[in-house]
């Protein structure tokens, strides 16, 4: 009987034993799976995925023929509709500045909304399930709807780059790439759910990315991120990982443009472009493994005994609050000087500027100057893909394909500027300002192409000019970033895109669209026959933009010689370690306690 009770006690205490390790394997299971979903590299994966659907107002080529044909538009009407497109895309001062006051996921949330209201909106307008709204209603609506990427972006790319400001030009280069595949990704899933329907499209637009908003609104937040050897190696799997999602959409346009594709097929597509969007998700699990593994090292062997070798450092002598500014209740005093009265007063390139040191800057209006030329050109030209290829008599697939082709450059344009500025720059001192140069002469083949239309040209300038106007962004951003500091990053990254719409105005609204009017008003007239109110109005053949694209082609030359005055002005910075104490402080993290020894007792 004793034997029998004792052998009762062991099987209960080793039952006990294995339910408590059955409990602690629960309990590290799970603390890794919080560490992954709290990880700053899970930060960086749900920042992919918002962009991955931010880049709606790139699909204006897709639906902008419903809006014509249904509501009855002219060129110049359909171009201003377009302008306040742009408008609401880079005019995102009110998402910065909130973004100075309030943490990422209310920018976030502004966004869904905005997105949502917008977009659903145009589709009723569209769909005829409302009254046909006025010409300024419709510009309200696609202005708030396309509004909302400049909050995605403020929300999640500006708070990437303050959580890895030594990375600045990967994870612009990264995150503006995806943006930029946005455009090819979201056609895969309308031919996926809604067929060749482009009003449904609009439908897409109006959920899809406001639902990925609200999904991550608490995963993207500013973090204090401990830095890691291999910070850079990882974004550069990212990197590869997005090339393959890119090379696999540019496979599947080819091939959408010479074979029909059936429901099924384009839904076999849009499966694979999911797996191939979640695939970094497996990079970061891994990353956070390998550090997940180092900490639960460390708690379950603590080090032995350690002794600080280095004497602590004294505490700073109290400040005289006379002297510093501040007085004895803690408010400023008259001695502190007003934030317009050192307006014209800036510090070093390099270091924090304030708002209005940065807005009163010359080299902010140079770079100002040099968007304005360049962005408003190659945007031009994407806004009015649809039209110049109808203008040209393609056919309605091949005018789906230059939109893809522009997308998929667009990203390439990003990411190749982000990655190769960032080389160029710590190795040979590149300026990042004359690559911006560079571009802007690039993208003068790409108008003149359009221009005159040889052979296949449309084909070859949708590549350039997706390219150009991609690659202009990040090292745009970048720049602000150099010059101006990143404490109110927020503001002045969104300052620097109120240069597009500017000069988008100028060359697509006065130009292009009043240009293209006035030749299918000579045309019709030419023909015998009158215009319907009403009926939209077309125009047929090359003289359609030729002039227009001419025009553009010195707007931008103006740009690149804006951009190459900069460049005279900031060579002395950029010969300079712009980057040391990002550097620094890495350094201090990847070392932790070089100054703690540990002695075996």
Not at 364 to 371: E, G, P, Q, V, Y
Request: with cysteine; charged share 15%; proline share 5%.
């Amino acid at each position: 009987m004793e034997a029998t009770g004792s052998g009762r006690a062991r099987d209960r205490g080793g039952s006990s034993s294995m339910e408590i390790e059955r409990r602690s394997l629960r309990a590290i299971t799970t603390s890794f799976f919080v560490e992954v979903l709290t990880g700053p590299w899970f930060m960086v994966f749900a920042s992919f995925l918002v962009m991955s659907t931010a880049g709606t107002p790139y699909m204006f080529g897709l639906y902008s023929g419903a809006i014509k044909s249904v509501l009855g538009y002219d060129q110049s009407t359909l171009n201003l509709i377009s302008f306040f497109k742009d408008l609401g895309t880079n005019v995102g001062i009110i998402a910065g500045l909130i973004a100075e006051i309030m943490p990422p996921w209310v920018v976030l949330a502004i966004g869904a909304g905005m997105n949502f209201v917008g977009y659903f909106m145009i589709w009723l307008s569209v769909t005829e399930k409302v009254a046909a709204p006025p010409v300024w209603l419709m510009c309200l609506y696609i202005c708030i709807g396309a509004n909302s990427t400049s909050f995605a972006n403020t929300g999640a790319l500006v708070t990437c780059v303050k959580n890895y400001p030594a990375r600045r030009g990967a994870v612009l280069g990264i995150l503006k790439g995806y943006v930029g595949l946005s455009g090819a990704i979201m056609t895969q899933f309308y031919h996926a759910i809604y067929g060749d329907d482009s009003k449904s499209l609009i439908l897409l637009l109006a959920w899809l990315p406001a639902v990925i908003l609200v999904v991550f609104l608490r995963t993207i937040r500013i973090m204090k991120v401990q830095h890691r050897p291999n910070e850079l190696t990882v974004f550069y799997r990212f990197l590869y990982v997005s090339l393959g999602l890119a090379g696999f959409l540019m496979v599947m346009i080819v091939l959408q443009q010479k074979f029909k594709f059936s429901r099924i097929e384009y839904s076999s597509s849009a499966a694979v472009v999911v797996f191939l969007l979640f695939l970094p998700i497996f990079i970061v699990i891994a990353e956070d493994y390998k550090f997940w593994r180092v900490k639960l090292s460390q708690l379950l062997n603590p080090s032995p005994l350690t002794i600080i070798t280095q004497k602590p450092t004294p505490p700073p002598p109290p400040q005289n609050l006379e002297t510093s500014g501040i007085s004895p209740a803690g408010k400023p005093t008259s001695s502190t000087p007003s934030c317009w009265t050192t307006a014209l007063k800036p510090p070093p390139r390099g270091e924090d500027y304030t708002i209005l040191q940065a807005l009163f800057s010359a080299d902010m209006f140079l770079l100002f100057l040099s968007t304005a030329c360049g962005v408003g050109g190659t945007l031009t030209a994407i806004d009015n893909l649809g039209q110049i290829g109808a203008s040209l008599q393609y056919p309605k697939r091949s005018i789906s394909t230059f939109v893809s082709l522009v997308s998929i450059w667009n990203y390439l344009g990003r990411v190749v500027s982000g990655f190769t500025s960032e080389i160029f720059l710590t190795k040979y001192k590149f300026p990042r300002t004359l690559i911006l140069t560079l571009i802007l002469l690039l993208s003068c083949v790409g108008h003149i192409l359009i221009a005159f239309n040889p052979p296949g040209g449309l084909y070859f300038a949708s590549i350039v000019i997706g390219f150009c106007y991609g690659a202009q962004w990040p090292i745009l951003f970048a720049i602000i970033s150099e010059i101006f500091g990143l404490k109110y990053y927020s503001t002045l990254y969104n300052f620097g895109s109120v240069a597009s719409p500017i000069g988008l105005y100028f060359v697509n609204v006065r130009v292009a669209g009043h240009l293209y009017d006035e030749e299918a008003k000579r045309q019709l007239a030419a023909s015998g026959m009158k215009r319907i109110p009403g009926k939209e109005l077309n125009c047929v053949g090359v003289n359609c933009f030729k002039m227009s694209f001419i025009i553009i082609t010195g707007v931008t030359l103006l740009g690149a010689l804006f951009s190459f005055v900069l460049v005279l002005r900031t060579r002395a910075f950029y010969k300079t370690d712009i980057y040391r104490k990002f550097r620094e402080e890495v350094e201090e993290d990847e070392a932790g306690g070089n100054d703690v020894v540990s002695s075996n007792k």
